[in-house]
């Protein structure tokens, strides 16, 4: 079974079930929570920008990095947070990626596919996604 597989039958699994799971897996290989994930490329069935509604989860969609718009540091942890500009062909979204480590990975222009993220909320007509506890990306 490839990773492709493994992907989509975890995929299938109650929410909680993924939770243990990540859980489990970060107890055995700690890493930085949004850092770059190696999963399956898939195309069919990404959401589009204008379709993503506030309180969302488990959002997958591929942008182009637009811009970096600001760094800054959380006020409760200290850690390095960057707001990106993403955007496709339906609009464009705010993104907030935390960790230094996957702030240093991106880079305008590129493009970037967003696996297991949040929807927190909108600001000024523009939605604010989140990679979150288990969300992150994978540039592409």
Do not use: W
Request: hydrophobic content about 30%; proline content about 3%.
């Amino acid at each position: 079974m490839d990773i492709f597989e493994v992907y989509e039958k975890f995929k299938e699994l109650p929410e909680a079930e993924q939770i243990k799971l990540r859980d489990k897996i970060l107890e055995i290989h700690p890493t930085e929570k949004s850092v770059e994930k190696e999963l399956p490329k898939k195309e069919k069935g990404d959401l589009k920008i204008k379709d993503v509604k506030v309180g969302q989860k488990k959002i997958e969609l591929v942008a182009k990095i637009k811009q970096i718009k600001d760094q800054f540091k959380n006020k409760n942890t200290g850690d390095p947070v960057a707001i990106v500009r993403l955007e496709d062909q339906s609009g464009e979204c705010n993104l907030f990626v935390y960790g230094q480590e996957s702030i240093s990975k991106l880079k305008e222009g590129e493009t970037i596919r967003l696996i297991d993220c949040f929807c927190s909320g909108e600001f000024q007509g523009d939605i604010d996604i989140t990679t979150g506890k288990y969300g992150g990306f994978a540039l592409k």
